[in-house]
Structure formats: structure tokens, C-alpha cells
């Protein structure tokens, strides 16, 4: 809990600590009660709560003084801890009393002690001379000790600057409580050494008391003035603890020993007893303090008018942000609020403001900015914001809002009201905190379904601000409120559209919608992020609906893909959205090369799910720190706004595998060819390399089976491994319209299985007749013929078409598999001719210059005889291979005469 | 020590049949390679081997390599065979055995056992109807070359010794006893005439890819190791160089110091300053020479005895026709 207030409020974070504390206060006193009750009567004094306080301070700082003479850390650890406790209690009164003020005699103290720490700490032979206990305690107090003065550096150093001075005030002051507290000190010192077994013995009564105790406790939480005995008690009791501790551990080892146990076994107990009293007395109650005074904020008989009102207002309004405020109270006195304002009848602005401030008291009450409000408070805040419209919307043009109003020029009474504000700040929060509540959700539970229906309320809300802000807003404004719909809007889909398109539907569609909003925000919009951002979200709209065209035609005009990078991550996860969408677009449409094109970058790095913000990556190796997971988790899209991820890479890979396959078939030998897709000659690989394969069952199996029918040109093996029951349910049945695309599938692989066929089988061949293939392919014999002549003019089949014939004459021309291996081998082999070239001159050189003159010479010398004979070698080896190469020739030959014998005797 | 030099290797049918069966067996499928030991006994140029067993395979691990073979030798002295330990037999894929390992365990054998051979057989080859069985002893210059360990390119031309120069090929005539000849005959008489054509399957166009494949990736391998030695060279001539440079600023620095009456600086700190930069091993590329030169040798083979075929099957075609007709 402190961890955030510190954070958030900007109260100081020694606050944090305080409810902790003064559960702990209260227990040594409960203790020394016990055991010394028998005193107490005797030294009831009435004294102010500043001189007691103090009293306490500088009895602790007087013990600890003593302890460290005698250099007893543990003791010393101990009497700080309760140094700190008490400051923090008399922290209120120096507030009080001296304006903030540290008083210099703590100042001194804890300067001292610093002194002293670092001293011990220093001194190293000392410290291996220590005690275990007291070695342990230096360090435990040393840190605490570092920790807590980041609070006093200031006023340390204002200190270290003029000690001197400080010193005789203080030292007056400290003789004057020194004589006061002499005198006690020798009473407990005596007591505790008799009473030690007392101690012991005690110990189970000490329940009892408890109840006494925490009741008084009560009492000076609520009011304070009345300083109760027992605290009354308390600087002295502590002391005497101290003091019996120090005494014990120089008496006997072993007694301390002994009395460490029931020590450490006692507060706990009353740990356990006690928190619950405790809570009340000490922490349930100071906002209590606040609370109290606020329901009864008008006088019975006060005549309200909207001044008295407005005060009041400010006055609750001014405890915001602060630590104490019970920001629940808060919020229920502001509607109190409101609903005496509505008694009164004080008008509609004064209505609006204090709205107004319900609505950011409720935003307030949730001090961490990255989880979500709870589902009451969201309630209640689409309540009150909706009510806030409607009395806006009725005032249209009476009620001005603006930032830029001053809390001094409102203007509540007469018309037209002035006021401070902003709805539009107002709903975009709200929005944000819509899309917070939906992610925290389980997204297939029902919770998430019943979130998501207040989207409705939520798009209203918008709606209504839109309304309002295009009469009063400047266009800046109406862009923000624009992209809040767009927001809403750009990735729903809407049948309509379709149906217009077939001219079934005549109103207007979601696109019509979004062109209108888009189109505003292209004009006026000059922040460029709201502008890229409906940009994207309008090509997204477009693609949802089919509109190809459009959408590519906005993607190449807006020119995003160079700057993209260059933008905030949650635009480049809306870029990446819409690259998706507009490949699956493309798909739908028939355009596989623009499909894939589209998905290669997202799919290529194997982490889509992470580039669309659809969920974290199991972590790894601590790849990121957890402020950053908070960070990404923070972007994750809501889960019904997620892109199907296997339907993505469905279509990517079978677009691949649309492009590669007939490519691998044709450029079967050409050894710089280079693949179209990594990730799908992966999986064709990994499938490969299986000893065993299996019938498919994922869609990636799926696809790895129907390339590898593709590849011998089965079309229809083919077709049914992507278009089948197992791959509907799983993969097509996403698409609106499955049926049209599952047509245009089986067509494109059918015309792709064609030309696999053609370039794998064409070398068997020396004609196929056309009819033949379209029946073989299940095509007409134009689409054939099409297809055929597609593949000649781009000369990648070496054919002619013969019409009377209605056949392909193969030309052959093109080399045979062996033929094709043998000039890939020759061109390694000149390749490595040429290395070899590459050292035989680095070898001479100066090959020519050696005949012409003997420059250099010298040099070279013993290198030479060497290097003859290398080169010799050298040559002998180049010799061998070209002889290789034309050994290989002849065998091409060979090879041909003995193809044209075994079809003769075929 | 030339009066024992091997000239000719001759096998026992007996052992040929157990080499055979045994790689076949192992090699099939997986892309180990079976070993075992050969036993025979070598007299004057000629080394007989006649009979042989398999190790176990390396994988498994609870048998003991060595005292598994001693074992197995001594009892099959208790049934009267050779144990004399002339060497091992290897299978190997259309010629691609030369490996380091063969060059190191044939250089123990041989300094061990002098006599010793290793004999590859070619299963893929085989399968093809062309029995391959090749034996193998090192050259005195390899063993030299791999005594000394050095396989710089000064070692190596000091040993004059290439990738044709590692091993020598020992001719291996198979020898069978009288009655199982008598027997091969009779078994000869009662194949049918049609049977066996299979062996005429040409299936040129097959082996010959995978030839070329093999060549392929041999070529692309040494064209590496070409460039890695070409990156030698100039690493070396650079810092000739820049040696070169140093000692000149010396030699100026130096003749200013004599002109100022100061004693000269030694060279040496210049030419220490310079390491010599380690020079790449030779012995990777000649052993891929050597694979490069085999599997052209075996294309070279293949491609006459392919003819051979071509014309045989043409002549049996004619022969069936013309039978046919009648």
C-alpha cells in the first residue's frame, strides 16, 4: 500500500509508515504497564502534548547517547527504532507548534548518531572485535539509519553548516529535561532488576490488560487533547526497557540469553490480539476525523445559496489528492452534494460542475493508473457521466466549458455559465478505463460479455460529447473526439456494406461512417498522430469490408510503411493490425501475391501473436524486465478486437505455397534461386525430415501435406487438404463469405497445380494435348490455353502451342536434370579455378615484372623455389579439372545418345 | 622391408561373402558405417586374407571394443581359423570413405601391423550389379607425413606428397577352393536365361546425379578451403608489408641517430612484434582432392562400363527380336 502512495500522493512517504507504527507504539507500553503498574499513579501528570512528546524524543536520545559510550548496538538499534516511532508520533505537534520545523536537538541526535555509525563502521579491527549480535545490529542499523535520514538531509546539512549554535540551545534544553528525567531514571533502573522474574511471570496475564488498553488507545485517536496516562507513560517506560536491557547484557550472558525468548514471544501475541482494536483506535479513525465534520456541512437553518454551496464544494474538493482523504467518503458527500444542490434548485451549472467533480473524484479513486476501477465505481461513473451529458446536451448553448476558464472567472448564475472543464478529457478517460476493465476480464468467461455490452453506453457516451463538442469545440477537439469513434467503430464489421455493394441496401454503412469522420480528421487534423491514426484505422475499415482497392490505394498513398517505425508502439501495433487485415483482404480478393507480401513481415518473425498485441510470449530468460511486461501488458489489444492468429497464418502459408510451389518446380536447378518464404520452406522442411509422416492434423500439417500433392501437380489431393471439414471449421468458416473464397482457393490451385505440372513433368513430354490437361485439371480448355501461353511468352515453358492440334509441342531446348547438374558443377568448378587463379598470383605477384627487371627480387628470394613448385602443382591440379570438365561434357553427350537409344527401344 | 611390400591382396570367397552381408546389412538405411576386423596371414608379397568378423557397433557402449576382438580371435583359433590380424574392412557410399578417421586408423594399423590393408566396399555400387572391392595401404609418406603431424604446406611439399599419393591401390583377386567353383558352375547352369536381366537396369541418369551432387558439394568445399588459404596469403602480405615499413622508419630513425652520435636500435624489437600468423592445413583439402579424384575415377568407370551395358542390351534386345519374329 505505501508503496504507491508514495508514488501517487504527494504527501510525504514518512506517512505511509504511520499506520504500521503506531501499531507498534502501543506495544512496549502495554508491556511496561504490566509490569510497572504499581508506579503509575504516582507520576500522573497533566503536561501538553508538545512538552511530552519532546520529553519522550529526548529520553530516547539521552539513552541512546548512553548506549553509545558503551558501544551497545543492539541496544542502540532498538532505542532508534523507537526514536523513529516517536518522532513520527510527535510529528503532528512540531507541525503544529514550530511550523514544520524539526526541532534542532533531534537534528543534533541523529547527526551524532550518523557520526557515530560510520565511525564504528569504519573501524574495521573494531568491528571483527564485535559481538555476533552487535556485528548484526550495526548493519541492520546502519541501513535503517541510511534510509530513514533521506528525510532530514536538508536540515542535516543545515545542521553540519553551523553546529555550534544549535549546540547551546539544545544543551539548555536538554538540561532542563535532563533534570526531569534523572531523577526517573534511577527508580526503574532499581525496579527492573528486581522485577526481572516478574517479567516472566506476567507474561501469560498479559491478555488481560490488553482490553483496557486498547480502549484508551481508542480515546486519543479521536481526540488527542486528552493525552491518556498510559501514554502519558510511555518516553519513561521506554527508557526503563533500554536501561534493563543494557544492564542485562553486561550482567550475565546467559540471563539475556533467557530473556530474549519470552521478549521475542510477547509482541507477537499481542500483535495477534491487538490489530483489530487497534485498526479502529489508530487508522479507521482519522478519516473518521475528516469525515466527521463534513456531513453536517450546512448549518440546519444556513440559507444555501450557490456561494455557500460552491465554498463548500472547493472546500472538498481541496482535500484531493491528499493522503488522509477517504476518497469513498468523498465521493458519497459529493453526491450529497448534488443532491442538496438539486434541492435548492441552484441551477444547471452549478449541477454541471458538481458532476463534474463526481466524475474526477471517482477517476481519482483509483490511485494505481494501471488497474482498473471496480465494476461498482464503473457503474456508478457511466451514471453520473451520462446524466452530466444530458444536462449539457439540454444547455447546449448556455453553458460554456473550457480549460481555459479560471476558478475565478466561473460564472455560475446568470447565463451564459462559465465553467471549468473538459467532457472531452472527461470521456477519453472513461474510454481508457473501458478497455482497462475489459483486459482484465477473462475473455471467455461471461464477465467479459457483460463488460462488453456497456461498450453501448460507452459509444453513446462518445456520441453525446460529439454532439456537444461539434457546437462548442475547436476542430483539434472534434479530431480527438472523431478518432474516440473511430476507436469503436473501425474494426467492426458491418454486413451492410457487403450488401450495398450488391445494391441490396440503400442507408448508410460503417464505411460511409468512417470516410466522413477520416476524411474530417485528414483536414483538420495537424498533430499528424491523430491523422496517422484514423489513416490506419480507415484502410483497416476498408479492408474488413473487401474494398481492396481502396484500401491499398491509402496505403501507398499515405507512404506509412517508410515512417512507421519512427511512431509510438501502440500506432505500430495498429499498423500491424491493418497490414493483417489487408492481407486477409487481399486473400479474399484473389490477390495471393499481395496476401503474402502483406503478411511476410509479420510471420516472418515467428512472434505475430506479439506484433498485434495479442498476448505476452512466454518469457524467457528474464528478456525483459517486469516494469516492462507491465508496460506491454498495458498495449495488449482487448480480446474482442483480437485477428485470428491461426486464420493469419493460414493464409499466409497456403498463399506461399501458392507462389512457391510452381517457383521451386520451375527453378528446380538454378542454383541462385532464392526462396519466396522462410517460414513456409521451414515447415516444408521440418515435415521432410520426418522419418514418418503422419495424416495431417493442424492446419500447418494440413498445408505441408497439400504442398507436397501440389508439388506432383495433384490438384485435387491438394485442394482436400486445404478445403476439408477439419480445415473449415478451424480456418475458412472465419471469412464472411467462406463458400466464395473456398471456390476461388480450389481455382487458384488448380491453375497453379497446372503449372507445377507443366514445369516439373514437361521434360517427359514431347507433346500434351490441351484437352487432355483440362480435363486432367478439371479447367477449360481456354483457362489451359491461357495459362499455357502465359507460360511460353514469360518463357518459362519452352513450347509452342500447335492449334490444329489442340497439343503443346515441347521445344526441349531446355537442358535435362543431369545436364542442368553438370553446368551448375561446371560453374562451381570455374569458381574454384579462380580461387586458385586468386593464390597463384598472390603467389608471383610480380609474374611479368621478374623478366623485365630484378625489382623486388630480393624479397622474394627464399619464397621462390617454393613457390615454383607450388604453382606447379597448381597448374597440374587446374589441368586436371579442366579435363574434368571436359570429361563431363563428354558424358552429357554420352548421356543424350544413350536417352535417344533407350526411347528407341522403348 | 621391399621384400615385404604387398603387391596383391587375395580374398576367400568366404571372407568376401561375410563382408558383403555384413555392410549390406548395416549400412542399409542408416548412414553408419559397418567395420570389422579381417584375419589372414601374409606371405612374402601376398597377403591372404581369409576370413574376417564385425566389430559391434559404436553405439553400444557395454562391450568392449578390444576385448571383444580378442576374444573373438581367440576362439576362432579354437576352430582353426587364420588370427593373424591383417587389417579391416569398411563400407563406404560411392566412394566417399576418405575421411580423417580412415587416414588415422589405417595409420595405426599400419604402424602397428605392417602388413595391414583396409578394404572398402562399396554397397551402392554393388546393389548396381558392380561388385566394388578395393584395398588399400598408406603410402610411406603419409605414414610420415602423419608421424611427424604437421600438415603445413612446407611439410607436405617437403614429403612430396599430394592427395594421389596417399594410398596405394593393392589389386585384390578373389580365390575360391576348387569345389565351390565346381559348385558356381553347376549353380550357373540352372539359371534361367531371363533371370538376372535386371542387372541390366542402365539407371544412368540416377547414379550419374548423384555423382555430380556429390562432386558438387566436394567442389564447393575446396573452393573454401581455396579461399581460406587465399585469405592466408594476403594476411600474410599485408603484414609483410607493413614489417617492411617498420623497418624502413628504423633503419631512417637509425641513420639520424648515428648522425646524432646516438648507437643504433636493434632490429629485432620490428621483427618480433611481428608473429608469424598461423598457416592453414593442408591436410582438409587434399583429403576433399582426394574424394574429388575417386568419385571422377568412378563417373570415369561407371560411364564405360554404362556403354558396355548400352551396347550389350542392344544386342539382347536385336537377339529377342529376331527370336521373336521367327
Not at chain 1, 489508530?282 to 460552491?310: C, N, Q, R
Not at chain 1, 474530417?520 to 498522430?529: G, H, L, P
Not at chain 2, 593442408?282 to 583429403?287: D, E, V, Y
Amino acid at each position: 500500500m505505501s508503496r504507491f502512495f508514495a508514488g501517487g500522493s504527494d504527501s510525504d512517504s514518512e506517512s505511509s509508515s504511520e499506520d504500521e507504527q503506531i501499531n507498534k507504539v502501543s506495544q512496549p507500553t502495554i508491556q511496561q504497564v504490566v509490569v510497572y503498574s504499581d508506579d503509575e499513579d504516582v507520576k500522573r501528570v497533566v503536561r501538553s502534548q508538545k512538552e511530552k512528546r519532546y520529553e519522550e524524543l529526548t529520553n530516547i536520545i539521552k539513552s541512546i547517547r548512553n548506549h553509545r559510550k558503551i558501544k551497545d548496538i543492539g541496544s542502540i538499534l532498538s532505542s532508534f527504532e523507537d526514536f523513529t516511532r516517536a518522532y513520527t508520533k510527535a510529528q503532528p505537534v512540531i507541525i503544529k507548534e514550530e511550523k514544520g520545523i524539526i526541532p534542532r536537538f533531534v537534528i543534533r541526535s541523529i547527526v551524532e548518531l550518523e557520526d557515530f555509525i560510520n565511525v564504528t563502521w569504519e573501524d574495521k579491527d573494531g568491528r571483527k572485535n564485535m559481538s555476533k549480535n552487535n556485528g548484526k545490529s550495526l548493519g541492520t542499523l546502519r541501513q535503517k539509519f541510511r534510509k530513514y535520514i533521506k528525510d532530514f538531509e536538508s536540515e542535516m546539512k543545515k545542521f553540519r553548516e553551523n553546529p555550534d549554535q544549535g549546540e547551546y540551545e539544545d544543551d539548555e534544553e536538554d538540561k532542563a529535561v535532563e533534570q526531569d528525567s534523572d531523577s526517573e531514571v534511577e527508580v526503574p533502573k532499581a525496579v527492573s532488576f528486581k522485577k526481572e522474574v516478574t517479567v516472566k511471570e506476567i507474561k501469560p496475564k498479559v491478555a488481560k490488560p490488553d482490553d483496557g488498553e486498547s480502549d484508551d488507545s481508542m480515546d486519543w485517536g479521536s481526540d488527542s487533547d486528552t493525552s491518556s496516562s498510559s501514554e502519558d507513560e510511555d518516553p519513561t517506560d521506554l527508557r526503563k526497557k533500554f536501561l534493563k536491557k543494557t544492564t542485562e547484557a553486561e550482567k550475565d550472558e546467559p540471563e539475556k540469553a533467557r530473556e530474549k525468548k519470552p521478549k521475542l514471544t510477547r509482541p507477537r501475541k499481542e500483535v495477534v490480539a491487538e490489530p483489530e482494536d487497534d485498526d479502529e483506535g489508530g487508522w479507521e479513525t482519522v478519516p473518521k476525523y475528516g469525515a466527521s465534520e463534513k456531513p453536517k456541512m450546512f448549518a440546519k437553518d444556513a440559507e444555501i445559496d450557490i456561494h455557500i454551496v460552491l465554498s463548500k464544494l472547493n472546500e472538498v474538493m481541496s482535500n484531493r489528492g491528499k493522503k488522509k482523504t477517504d476518497r469513498k467518503l468523498q465521493i458519497e458527500f459529493l453526491h450529497e452534494l448534488k443532491t442538496i444542490a438539486e434541492q435548492h434548485n441552484l441551477g444547471a451549472a452549478l449541477a454541471v460542475k458538481i458532476r463534474f467533480n463526481i466524475v474526477s473524484a471517482i477517476f481519482d479513486y483509483n490511485l494505481k493508473i494501471s488497474e482498473p476501477m471496480k465494476i461498482e465505481y464503473w457503474s456508478k461513473l457511466l451514471e453520473v457521466m451520462a446524466d452530466l451529458m444530458k444536462l449539457l446536451l439540454v444547455n447546449l448553448n448556455d453553458i460554456k466549458l473550457s480549460e481555459s476558464i479560471t476558478d475565478e472567472t466561473e460564472e455560475y448564475e446568470t447565463k451564459p455559465y462559465r465553467l471549468r472543464g473538459c467532457v472531452l478529457t472527461a470521456v477519453e478517460r472513461l474510454d481508457d478505463e473501458f478497455i482497462k476493465l475489459l483486459k482484465e476480464c477473462d475473455p471467455h468467461s461471461n464477465d467479459y460479455v457483460e463488460r462488453l455490452k456497456d461498450e453501448v453506453t460507452v459509444t453513446k457516451l462518445i456520441e453525446q460529447v460529439l454532439k456537444y463538442v461539434e457546437v462548442q469545440g475547436t476542430p483539434l477537439e472534434i479530431c480527438r473526439v472523431y478518432l474516440r469513434k473511430i476507436d469503436h467503430l473501425y474494426y467492426k464489421f458491418d454486413p451492410n456494406v457487403l450488401k450495398k455493394k450488391k445494391g441490396q441496401f440503400e442507408n448508410r454503412t460503417s464505411v460511409d461512417e468512417m470516410e466522413k469522420l477520416c476524411h474530417f480528421i485528414y483536414a483538420n487534423d495537424n498533430t499528424d498522430r491523430l491523422r496517422t491514426r484514423a489513416i490506419l484505422s480507415h484502410i483497416f475499415h476498408h479492408a474488413l469490408h473487401d474494398n481492396w482497392f481502396q484500401a491499398r490505394d491509402l496505403v501507398l498513398m499515405s507512404h506509412l510503411q517508410e515512417t512507421i517505425q519512427h511512431s509510438d508502439p501502440s500506432t505500430q501495433i495498429l499498423y500491424n493490425r491493418m497490414m493483417a487485415n489487408l492481407g486477409l483482404c487481399a486473400f479474399r480478393q484473389g490477390n495471393i501475391k499481395d496476401a503474402h507480401q502483406c503478411l511476410i513481415e509479420l510471420m516472418m518473425t515467428t512472434k505475430p501473436k506479439e506484433l498485434l498485441a495479442q498476448g505476452l510470449l512466454p518469457q524467457r530468460q528474464h528478456e525483459r524486465s517486469v516494469e516492462q511486461e507491465k508496460v506491454e501488458k498495458q498495449r495488449q489489444m482487448p480480446f474482442h478486437m483480437h485477428i485470428n492468429l491461426e486464420l493469419l497464418e493460414c493464409v499466409y502459408l497456403v498463399s506461399a505455397m501458392l507462389l512457391e510451389i510452381p517457383y521451386m518446380a520451375a527453378h528446380e536447378f538454378d542454383a541462385r534461386r532464392r526462396m519466396i518464404s522462410k517460414t513456409f520452406y521451414q515447415q516444408l522442411r521440418s515435415s521432410e525430415r520426418q522419418s514418418l509422416v503422419g495424416p495431417p492434423e493442424s492446419m500447418r500439417e494440413h498445408v505441408v501435406a497439400a504442398s507436397k500433392a501440389m508439388r506432383h501437380g495433384e490438384w485435387k489431393a491438394c485442394s482436400e487438404f486445404i478445403v476439408n471439414k477439419k480445415m473449415n471449421t478451424k480456418v475458412w468458416d472465419l471469412f464472411y463469405e467462406a463458400d466464395r473464397v473456398r471456390e476461388m482457393l480450389v481455382k487458384f490451385i488448380k491453375e497453379e497445380s497446372l503449372r507445377t505440372y507443366l514445369f516439373t513433368y514437361s521434360n517427359v513430354y514431347g507433346s500434351i494435348s490441351v484437352p487432355y490437361l483440362s480435363e486432367m485439371y478439371d479447367l477449360p480448355k481456354l483457362k489451359v490455353h491461357s495459362i499455357i501461353s502465359k507460360m511460353i511468352i514469360n518463357e518459362e515453358l519452352m513450347a509452342s502451342l500447335d492449334d490444329p492440334t489442340e497439343t503443346v509441342v515441347m521445344h526441349r531446348s531446355e537442358p535435362s536434370r543431369l545436364q542442368a547438374l553438370s553446368m551448375q558443377l561446371a560453374d562451381k568448378i570455374t569458381n574454384l579455378v579462380d580461387a586458385n587463379e586468386r593464390i597463384f598470383e598472390a603467389k608471383q605477384p610480380n609474374f611479368f615484372q621478374r623478366n623485365q627487371g630484378g625489382y623486388n627480387r630480393q624479397n622474394q628470394g627464399g619464397n621462390q623455389g617454393y613457390n615454383r613448385q607450388q604453382n606447379f602443382n597448381q597448374n597440374k591440379r587446374q589441368g586436371q579439372q579442366r579435363n574434368r570438365m571436359q570429361k563431363n561434357n563428354y558424358h552429357q553427350q554420352q548421356q543424350q545418345q544413350q536417352q535417344t537409344i533407350e526411347e528407341k527401344l522403348e | 622391408m621391399n621384400k615385404k611390400e604387398i603387391t596383391h591382396v587375395q580374398c576367400d570367397g568366404l571372407a568376401v561373402m561375410k563382408m558383403v552381408k555384413h555392410c549390406h546389412e548395416e549400412s542399409q538405411g542408416s548412414m553408419e558405417v559397418a567395420q570389422g576386423a579381417l584375419l589372414g596371414l601374409s606371405e612374402g608379397n601376398r597377403l591372404e586374407i581369409t576370413n574376417c568378423f564385425p566389430f559391434p557397433k559404436s553405439t553400444d557402449e557395454t562391450v568392449d571394443e578390444e576385448e571383444y576382438q580378442l576374444a573373438m580371435m581367440r576362439r576362432l583359433r579354437r576352430v582353426n581359423v587364420d588370427h593373424f590380424h591383417v587389417g579391416w574392412y569398411q563400407s563406404a557410399d560411392v566412394g566417399n570413405f576418405l575421411s580423417h578417421t580412415l587416414l588415422e586408423s589405417q595409420y595405426h594399423y599400419q604402424t602397428s601391423i605392417e602388413e595391414s590393408v583396409v578394404v572398402v566396399y562399396d554397397t551402392q555400387k554393388s546393389a548396381r550389379g558392380f561388385l566394388t572391392l578395393k584395398a588399400y595401404r598408406l603410402t610411406p609418406q603419409a605414414i610420415t607425413m602423419y608421424k611427424e603431424g604437421e600438415f603445413t604446406p612446407d611439410a607436405l611439399r617437403q614429403l612430396k606428397i599430394g592427395y594421389e599419393k596417399l594410398f596405394v591401390e593393392i589389386p585384390i583377386h578373389i580365390r575360391n577352393s576348387a569345389l565351390s567353383n565346381i559348385m558356381m558352375s553347376e549353380l550357373q547352369e540352372m539359371v534361367q536365361e531371363e533371370e538376372g536381366s535386371h542387372f541390366l537396369d542402365l539407371g544412368t541418369a540416377g547414379v550419374l546425379e548423384g555423382h555430380i551432387r556429390v562432386m558438387m558439394d566436394r567442389v564447393d568445399e575446396l573452393n573454401q578451403e581455396a579461399n581460406k588459404f587465399n585469405k592466408y596469403q594476403q594476411m600474410v602480405m599485408r603484414q609483410e608489408q607493413e614489417k617492411h615499413r617498420q623497418l624502413n622508419k628504423l633503419t631512417q630513425e637509425n641513420i639520424a641517430r648515428i648522425a646524432k652520435g646516438e648507437p643504433p636500435l636493434p632490429e629485432e624489437d620490428v621483427t618480433k612484434q611481428f608473429r608469424p600468423l598461423p598457416v592453414p592445413l593442408r591436410l582438409n583439402p587434399m583429403i576433399i582432392s582426394g574424394q574429388i579424384n575417386t568419385v571422377s575415377q568412378h563417373i570415369n568407370q561407371f560411364c564405360s562400363q554404362s556403354l558396355a551395358k548400352l551396347y550389350l542390351t542392344e544386342a539382347l534386345q536385336g537377339a529377342k527380336e529376331t527370336k521373336e519374329t521367327k
